[in-house]
């Protein structure tokens, strides 16, 4: 699985590691956040995001 980087922080999204805090489980690909997701550092879109 891919990792992806927000282009205003940097910020990485670790699939591996999902984002528990937002309610997101470990091995949730980037690609199946859900809509509303955003980056827990900075708060942008998930548009805002490159793959790493």
Do not use: I, R
């Amino acid at each position: 699985m891919k990792k992806y980087v927000c282009n205003t922080c940097g910020y990485v999204y670790d699939p591996a590691k999902g984002d528990p805090a937002n309610g997101v489980p470990p091995g949730t690909p980037f690609e199946q956040l859900p809509a509303d997701w955003h980056c827990p550092e900075c708060g942008v879109g998930k548009e805002d995001f490159s793959p790493a």
